[in-house]
């Protein structure tokens, strides 16, 4: 079938194409080209780059390291808070249809109307302390004999 002297052909690998290279080619610059290229863009903000804390906290003095002293009737006033909504709710309660609060040279006055025992005409409460709490305590508790006594 074959002739004698016929030899199966070898297959030939696909021959890789050929590059030029410049004689002024050097690799060691080549991947310092290729690593600007790859180095990632900078992400640009509309904002300020946030502030890093001061390392050195400053402290205010207090008064008393100056020898100034905090007067009596202040102290009072910013140790005790008054609860107004608790004040209103009791006003309410009672029926009252006046309350009037007034600083005077004593302190504080405090006023407060409310119908009476019968339907005749209103009592009146009225207290004058030296802070505004101490006042609205003693109305609270004609306010609360009052309704006892009702």
Same mark, same amino acid.
């Given at each position: ?35 600007? %290229?790859?180095?990632? #863009?900078? /992400? ?8 890093? =804390?001061?390392?050195?906290?400053? &402290? ?44 005077? %040279?004593?302190?504080? #006055?405090? /006023? ?8 005749? =005409?209103?009592?009146?409460?009225? &207290? ?23």
């Amino acid at each position: 079938m074959f002739p004698q002297n016929f030899q199966p052909q070898q297959r030939v690998a696909a021959q890789q194409p050929v590059f030029f290279v410049p004689t002024n080619f050097h690799p060691h610059m080549q991947s310092k080209v290729q690593a600007q %290229a790859v180095a990632p #863009r900078p /992400v640009i903000r509309a904002q300020a780059p946030e502030e890093k =804390p001061a390392s050195a906290a400053i &402290a205010m003095p207090l008064p008393e390291q100056f020898g100034i002293q905090k007067h009596a009737a202040v102290a009072k006033v910013e140790a005790r808070e008054i609860d107004w909504a608790l004040v209103h709710r009791k006003l309410q309660g009672a029926g009252s249809v006046c309350f009037q609060t007034e600083k005077v %040279a004593q302190g504080y #006055r405090i /006023v407060c109307m409310v119908p009476g025992k019968t339907s005749g =005409p209103l009592q009146r409460f009225e &207290a004058t302390a030296a802070d505004q709490g101490q006042a609205v305590d003693i109305i609270m508790a004609h306010l609360d004999q009052l309704q006892q006594t009702r």
